[in-house]
């Protein structure tokens, strides 16, 4: 009998346990939070189970689609079609049509048509390992002429991570682009939201043995002879040993608590992360009929939006819920202040755009590790650092984009590895 414990109750770290359970495999997952799911996990308000992030699926998210085939929600999934929009000095743009191309005046007839060739050239493009080590500086002022790469890219990668385009992967962005490209502006949703698919994922009784998820845990320290420390519920300090361990938490928080000579970690050691503010609200007031709006100037609080409205919400609802988000270092201000004063400084951001918006309720949620950064030197870690101890999370699937897709993938991909290495539980 085999006993595996799992850091953390993502989608990583469920699907992981699901397919070790199903092995044969005595299974516990740790999870620090109350409500399992990590990064996808929801809320409750009004009734219903809101994702804590926008949230959807993508056509070419073939993993996810088939979890949601095979625990039973496909027929729950809507898809709807909707064109991304770019506001640039308060007017809104589409991009996803040559024709649109063509109407985007920020830029001149010849990078236009610059823009649409590269358009086609990410379209076609499938395999982006030889972009690996270059940069979007380098990449775009050739692909795209530096006018269309300023007003458009720098500005993209400005609200995502903050950062010059000379220290961004052109693999990841790449294939980043050539996946929107592909999904043809549909976006997925289950019906009744995320959660229940999530507690189905790590549902106990899997297998033989079974999935224990033991919620309000936090793992403190990982030892070399595969023991666990941690707190508890009600704070009480507990200790638990296994022959396996999987390690699911963002690599940042993996160093704090791992207690390993550096050769085992040191792979790990230099992934930095980027932060997210999000804004959630309700309001009666409708902004734009489309459901992914990107702010690239003015520069405001927040980098788009998303009106979930149409993929959450009975066609015929009054309300409109609207997720704004603001990637952004955790160190800066914004991210240390209180709820109350957060939403203020979004509101007046808000009313930039539509003067008369207002909110029947909000929530805000500040991730400190929302995503890793990709930049041009990253390499994925090992998927096994010991014997005994094994890594997976997007953070492992460059230039993979840091999808729930790459999650379900990592979970799985490392499970197949523990079973082809050690037989079935
Ligand atoms: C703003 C935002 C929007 C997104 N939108 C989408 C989308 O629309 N579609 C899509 O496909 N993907 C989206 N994603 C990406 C997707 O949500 C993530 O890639 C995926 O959920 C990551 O899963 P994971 O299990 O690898 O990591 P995580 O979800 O980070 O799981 C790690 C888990 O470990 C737990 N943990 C951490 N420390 C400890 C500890 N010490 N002890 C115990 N437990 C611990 C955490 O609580 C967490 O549950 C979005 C992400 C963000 C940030």
Redesign the pocket.
């Given at each position: 009998m085999k006993k595996a414990i799992i850091?953390?109750?993502?989608?990583?770290?469920?699907?992981c346990a699901r397919y070790l359970a199903e092995s044969g495999y005595k299974v516990i997952v740790?999870?620090?939070?109350a409500v399992?799911?990590?990064?996808?996990?929801s809320f409750s308000i009004n009734g219903r189970w809101l994702?804590i992030?926008?949230?959807?699926?993508?056509a070419p998210?073939k993993v996810?689609r088939a979890y949601i085939n095979k625990l039973g929600f496909l027929n729950q999934l809507r898809w709807i079609k909707s064109n991304q929009v770019f506001w640039y000095e308060n007017r809104s743009y589409l991009l996803s049509l040559p024709q649109h191309i063509l109407r985007f005046n920020p830029i001149d007839l010849r990078s236009k048509i610059k823009l649409l060739n590269f358009g086609f050239y990410v379209w076609l493009k499938k395999n982006w390992d030889d972009l690996k080590g270059i940069d979007c500086d380098e990449w775009l002022t050739r692909m795209v002429g530096e006018n269309t790469k300023e007003i458009l890219f720098q500005n993209l990668m400005d609200i995502k991570f903050n950062m010059p385009l000379s220290s961004i992967s052109a693999a990841w962005l790449g294939k980043r682009l050539h996946q929107s490209c592909r999904n043809i502006n549909r976006y997925g949703y289950l019906k009744p939201g995320w959660q229940g698919l999530l507690e189905k994922l790590g549902e106990r009784g899997i297998g033989e043995r079974g999935v224990r998820i033991v919620n309000n845990?936090?793992?403190?320290r990982i030892t070399s002879d595969c023991v666990i420390e941690?707190i508890g519920e009600n704070g009480i300090r507990d200790c638990l040993s296994a022959d396996i361990i999987i390690s699911?938490?963002?690599p940042p928080?993996f160093n704090?608590?791992v207690d390993l000579p550096d050769k085992h970690t040191l792979l790990v050691q230099n992934i930095s992360y980027q932060s997210?503010i999000?804004f959630v609200c309700g309001s009666r007031k409708k902004t734009s009929s489309y459901y992914w709006s990107v702010v690239l100037k003015p520069h405001l609080i927040f980098g788009g939006f998303f009106n979930i409205t149409e993929l959450a919400l009975e066609i015929n609802s009054e309300e409109y819920i609207y997720?704004f988000?603001t990637?952004i270092d955790w160190e800066k201000g914004i991210f240390q202040y209180d709820d109350e004063r957060i939403k203020d400084i979004y509101l007046a951001d808000i009313k930039k755009l539509f003067p008369d918006f207002s909110i029947t309720w909000h929530r805000v949620f500040k991730?400190k590790?929302?995503?890793p950064v990709f930049n041009r030197d990253y390499n994925n870690p090992p998927i096994e650092l010991t014997d005994k101890l094994f890594l997976?999370?997007?953070?492992r699937q460059y230039p993979r984009?840091?999808?729930?897709?790459?999650?379900f993938y990592?979970?799985l991909e490392t499970a197949k590895h523990i079973v082809d290495k050690y037989g079935k539980g």
């Open positions: 850091i953390g109750g993502g989608i990583s770290g469920l699907s740790l999870e620090k939070e399992l799911g990590g990064l996808a996990r994702p992030t926008y949230r959807h699926v993508l998210d996810t845990f936090e793992v403190t941690g699911t938490v963002p928080i704090e608590i997210v999000i997720y988000y990637y991730i590790f929302s995503q997976a999370g997007v953070y984009p840091r999808t729930m897709d790459a999650a990592s979970g």
